[in-house]
């Protein structure tokens, strides 16, 4: 005999419903629902060691025969199951789910109760919006984004990097860019370098745009309760703009999806150069209006040690707090570790190497010069050119003449 029927409790994912009935130990999933009303039906027994699969059908959630076959279907299961009712259930919660809009409140202010959002990692990862970190290939975004990903999942309030988190916070990482190994390198790197401690890391490899995968993200993210989530990276995550020149409905869409996951996301991008210079995000302008927190990171090898590297987080906009100050690191890294420290940093610290190779440029540009000659005009240590000498080379801004004479290479753009 069927029990007396109990509402099931009921969870929410994108397009996903999951009903669970602990009188019964019964859990449907309706997954892939449509707004024709067709959806997967996944049909679970949940023991004491875990849960088993009892049938899954496609069906047709508003056609009643569909429902009464199903129901006779599973009558094979369980008879104690009030089959019927279940059906009812599925058909109408589900519809209800995904025809309706979110309800609107009322908003009440009060004078002196205004309450900042706060932060997941403080003063970079801002709860609730977009947060970016753009910069040039090879100034190790990915590797910073990791780092605070493990000060927020273990909710470190004492770091030596100056960052800070309030509270333990579910994470994980959405992966356009590398695999799974390689993800697994950088971590246990940083790990054994002492950066961060160890921690686990939910990850997804992605290779359709968020928009044409959002149904199985957003399962991914559900089920590992997220609440902070990095994007890397934001280029092959928003997709091809191919049929916009202007990008905007790639990032529209973007936006449009991201806000239906419903988690704070960390967004790594690329660097462009837009008017005067300036460094902003790659692509649509909508990537930087659609954003509220927004960090420019760059970077500067070391003089006189190649496996060390100097990066600055500079703060560029944000619409619900102050501009911070920059935030300096640096970055010793070997085979087997990798391993920053908090350093002070300034703006004009990491203009001076641009100046630099500008000034050599502008020097050579009346004619081939000796060493001792660009010593003379650059007004630094020998070692110091050397290293300037070295870098433009092989960035083929200058070339070497023998003899130590070194000249400007002809129709080459330079800083």
Same mark, same amino acid.
């Given at each position: 005999?069927?029990?007396?029927?109990?509402?099931?409790?009921?969870?929410?994912?994108?397009?996903?419903?999951?009903?669970?009935?602990?009188?019964?130990?019964?859990?449907?999933?309706?997954?892939?629902?449509?707004?024709?009303?067709?959806?997967?039906?996944?049909?679970?027994?949940?023991?004491?060691?875990?849960? #088993?699969?009892?049938?899954?059908?496609?069906?047709?959630?508003?056609?009643?025969?569909?429902?009464?076959?199903?129901? !006779?279907?599973?009558?094979?299961?369980?008879?104690?199951?009030?089959?019927?009712?279940?059906?009812?259930? +599925?058909?109408?919660?589900?519809?209800?789910? /995904?025809?309706?809009?979110?309800?609107?409140?009322?908003?009440?202010?009060?004078?002196?109760?205004?309450?900042?959002?706060?932060?997941?990692?403080?003063?970079?990862?801002?709860?609730?919006?977009?947060?970016?970190?753009?910069?040039?290939?090879?100034? =190790? !975004?990915? *590797?910073?984004?990791?780092?605070?990903?493990?000060?927020?999942?273990?909710?470190?309030?004492?770091?030596?990097?100056?960052?800070?988190?309030?509270?333990?916070?579910?994470?994980?990482?959405?992966?356009?860019?590398?695999?799974?190994?390689?993800?697994?390198?950088?971590?246990?790197?940083?790990? @054994?370098?002492?950066?961060?401690?160890? %921690?686990?890391?939910? %990850?997804?490899?992605?290779?359709?745009?968020?928009?044409?995968?959002?149904?199985?993200?957003?399962?991914?993210?559900?089920?590992?309760?997220?609440?902070?989530?990095?994007?890397?990276?934001?280029?092959?995550?928003?997709?091809?703009?191919?049929? $916009?020149?202007?990008?905007?409905?790639?990032?529209?869409?973007?936006?449009?999806?991201?806000?239906? +996951?419903?988690?704070?996301?960390?967004?790594?991008?690329?660097?462009?150069?837009? &008017?005067?210079?300036?460094?902003?995000?790659?692509?649509? *302008?909508?990537?930087?209006?659609?954003?509220? =927190?927004?960090?420019?990171?760059?970077?500067?090898?070391?003089?006189?040690? $190649?496996?060390?590297?100097?990066?600055?987080?500079?703060?560029?906009? #944000?619409? %619900?707090?102050?501009?911070?100050?920059?935030?300096?690191?640096?970055?010793?890294?070997?085979?087997?570790?990798? !391993?920053?420290?908090?350093? &002070?940093?300034?703006?004009?610290?990491?203009?001076?190497?641009?100046?630099?190779?500008?000034?050599?440029?502008?020097?050579?540009?009346?004619?081939?010069?000796?060493?001792?000659?660009?010593?003379? @005009?650059?007004?630094?240590? &020998?070692? /110091?050119?050397?290293?300037?000498?070295?870098?433009?080379?092989?960035?083929?801004?200058?070339?070497?003449?023998?003899?130590?004479?070194?000249?400007?290479?002809?129709?080459?753009? %330079?800083?």
């Amino acid at each position: 005999m069927a029990k007396e029927w109990i509402q099931p409790e009921i969870s929410e994912s994108i397009n996903r419903l999951t009903f669970y009935w602990e009188d019964t130990a019964l859990k449907v999933v309706a997954d892939r629902i449509t707004d024709a009303g067709s959806a997967e039906l996944w049909f679970y027994h949940i023991n004491g060691t875990g849960q #088993s699969l009892l049938h899954t059908a496609k069906v047709n959630l508003l056609s009643s025969t569909s429902m009464t076959s199903l129901a !006779k279907r599973m009558e094979r299961h369980s008879e104690e199951v009030p089959w019927t009712q279940v059906m009812t259930c +599925l058909s109408s919660k589900t519809m209800e789910y /995904q025809r309706r809009g979110e309800p609107g409140i009322i908003i009440e202010p009060a004078p002196g109760r205004a309450v900042h959002p706060g932060y997941y990692v403080k003063p970079i990862i801002m709860k609730g919006v977009p947060n970016v970190i753009f910069g040039d290939k090879g100034v =190790n !975004k990915t *590797t910073l984004g990791l780092t605070m990903l493990g000060i927020a999942s273990l909710g470190i309030d004492d770091s030596h990097l100056g960052l800070t988190a309030s509270a333990r916070t579910n994470v994980a990482l959405l992966d356009w860019e590398s695999n799974k190994e390689l993800t697994d390198y950088t971590l246990s790197r940083l790990i @054994e370098g002492e950066t961060i401690p160890w %921690y686990s890391l939910p %990850y997804l490899r992605c290779k359709q745009p968020l928009a044409d995968d959002v149904d199985r993200i957003a399962n991914f993210l559900h089920d590992n309760d997220v609440r902070l989530v990095m994007i890397d990276s934001l280029g092959q995550a928003a997709g091809s703009d191919r049929f $916009d020149t202007a990008g905007k409905a790639v990032a529209l869409r973007f936006f449009e999806c991201l806000r239906q +996951l419903n988690v704070t996301s960390l967004i790594i991008a690329q660097n462009a150069k837009g &008017e005067d210079n300036k460094a902003t995000i790659y692509g649509s *302008t909508f990537f930087t209006y659609y954003s509220r =927190n927004i960090w420019n990171l760059r970077g500067k090898p070391d003089d006189m040690d $190649d496996d060390q590297m100097h990066i600055a987080l500079f703060h560029n906009e #944000s619409n %619900y707090s102050k501009k911070y100050q920059p935030l300096g690191f640096s970055i010793k890294y070997s085979d087997s570790v990798i !391993k920053l420290e908090h350093e &002070e940093v300034s703006l004009s610290a990491f203009l001076e190497r641009a100046s630099q190779t500008k000034q050599l440029c502008e020097f050579l540009k009346d004619g081939d010069k000796s060493r001792k000659a660009i010593v003379e @005009e650059l007004k630094r240590p &020998e070692k /110091q050119i050397d290293v300037i000498l070295s870098r433009a080379r092989k960035k083929g801004i200058i070339v070497s003449l023998g003899s130590g004479m070194w000249g400007l290479k002809s129709n080459v753009e %330079y800083p």
